[in-house]
């Protein structure tokens, strides 16, 4: 009941669909860079010879080197709307490919708000992707990769026992928005990661945030965590926090501290056939009531409940992805964040 | 004298830098996807609890991964003016950052060429990136990790001995047009590469070329190899070549195969200080001739030559890339490649 009506308060306002634009994007910039990192220095370790090149090299691994940077990518429109940048994060096991092209080469995410008037920045977090990744002397402990099949109960394609090596025999929930033709494709976009570096993200997505913003953060999943954490660190800079089935891991002071952060959480379908999304989404909905008792704002919204069915934990690749950013948009101009 | 000769014979049409233009990007679209890749089971392995989520999770390593796929993104100009599309392939421990925003922040090739009004795809080769690495199992050895000085000999920064870990100590070539002031962000953008994964990556870059060619590749460094494969892979389909400082790895036979297509290979300077880069060179010009025999063309350019002086291996970022950029777009114009 807590949760329906939580979706009440919010209005309702349930967006349409648009049909993608095949509008030209008109950018004013396009770049990238690397930020954060630190230089630590290897010592111990033997020289090898490695074939580079054509030619047996030495290779000494002993020295300094730059570890725990991230990489990130902007575009930015000529006619800006928004008042603030749109910071894109990815979840555990993924890139900023994430809010790219979807796994079946539909417009995704990123180029979405683009075209709504937000700058936009997609990045990819610490050791993951165009971050790079460190030595065993840095990053503890083993990194995880993960099969084929992990994702498809783990993040809500199908019930357990409902995959099946062969794509035709796979059973899905009714209604998936997931372009399950595409699955493969989602599967391509997965890179190792390791469990035990959030501090090293965190630091790299601090410095991030502390150039680029104010700014609105947009996150998933693992990012939840990093993004709350985020705005936490600068309550100031953090206009507006947007996560896409993510934990907020808090407590009534940090509630407090973050009263003028409105946060807006958004779970897809079948969230209670999985106890894990149900047990992060009953923490979100405790964390919901210590914020609106210190004057805060956590909105949990169902999609299913607005009347958006059928998506997984990666709606922002899924069939009705543009609906769900205008759901977003909408929430976001209700804040006052957009011209 | 070769050398001097091949350069004399492109008519020495050195463009002048244009001043970086801040007109708007008008792209008709932008996107990514990835390709490549192949399933394979992985068995025998025990399984593993991991903290992932804030919870213990049981991780069961056996089972089916996708491995050995590549990233690519696409930024396309509403505006086209080339005939074909123009693909930037990265040197080894890199991606496809090399040809975006340079390590101080400047425009990079990737945007230039698009300015100029190629479709551009820049990818992340397979192990690379975005492109995500496989455990163990499928890639044999151990990567390699660059400390911060292995770039500044091995790459023609400075000579040996006038490294210093104190950057203002540093004794770079004189006139050296790498933004020296930010080596530290070239350094980040070095990923951890494998060895003896080259069958794995040229799999994945000959299925891009299948899918996106008619094309032009332009190379660098690990990539020069890559390229060369790719027109011996097809043909028809590589309308021209250009090798930033990378290795023909041929013989006769290829060289015949590949006599339609025009190569152009391009050195920076202080390529005599190094012997890796000279014995590189004078394989190359033996390859140049091999193809003169044959009726192909490879031209060998030293860019000093042509007075454009100071480069390192890395002349796509430096200082003077809008030049460099001009000269390889008026080498392709010649080859009727631009409208």
Same mark, same amino acid.
């Given at each position: ?182 699955? $493969? #494709?989602?599967? /391509? ?8 570096? %959030?501090?090293?993200? &965190? *630091? +790299? ?63 897809? $379908? #079948?969230?209670? /056939? ?8 009953? %923490?979100?909905?405790? &964390? *919901? +009531? ?50």
């Amino acid at each position: 009941m807590l949760r329906l009506s939580i979706a009440l308060l919010l209005g309702m306002a349930v967006t349409t669909a648009v049909a993608q634009t095949k509008e030209p994007l008109l950018l004013r910039g396009v770049g990238s860079f690397h930020i954060g990192g630190r230089h630590v220095a290897i010592s111990g370790k033997p020289v090898r010879e490695v074939l580079i090149g054509g030619a047996n090299q030495r290779l000494d691994p002993n020295g300094t080197y730059i570890v725990e940077q991230m990489y990130v990518q902007y575009l930015l429109p000529q006619v800006r709307k928004a008042k603030v940048p749109l910071l894109m994060w990815h979840g555990g096991g993924f890139t900023g490919v994430t809010y790219e092209s979807t796994p079946d080469g539909r417009e995704g995410w990123q180029t979405m708000f683009v075209r709504k008037g937000w700058d936009v920045y997609v990045s990819d977090a610490v050791e993951r992707g165009r971050a790079g990744w460190a030595m065993p002397e840095i990053f503890e402990g083993e990194p995880v990769f993960l099969t084929i099949d992990a994702p498809w109960n783990g993040w809500r394609f199908g019930d357990p026992g409902s995959w099946d090596p062969d794509p035709a025999k796979r059973k899905p929930y009714p209604n998936s928005q997931f372009p399950l033709e595409a699955y $493969d #494709n989602l599967i /391509k976009q997965i890179v190792p990661r390791w469990t035990t570096t %959030n501090k090293a993200i &965190m *630091a +790299a997505y601090n410095q991030l945030v502390e150039k680029v913003c104010p700014c609105v953060l947009l996150v998933h999943s693992q990012s939840g965590t990093f993004g709350y954490e985020a705005a936490l660190a600068n309550p100031d800079k953090v206009k507006a926090l947007v996560i896409i089935e993510g934990t907020i891991r808090g407590n009534a002071e940090m509630a407090s501290k973050l009263k003028n952060v409105p946060i807006l959480v958004l779970y897809g $379908d #079948n969230v209670e /056939k999985s106890r894990m999304f149900s047990e992060q989404r009953d %923490n979100n909905i405790r &964390m *919901a +009531a210590a914020a609106k008792e210190v004057g805060g704002s956590i909105e949990i919204v169902n999609l299913p409940e607005v009347g958006i069915k059928g998506n997984t934990h990666f709606m922002m690749m899924e069939k009705n992805n543009a609906e769900i950013a205008d759901y977003i948009e909408s929430w976001l101009k209700r804040r006052g964040l957009v011209e």
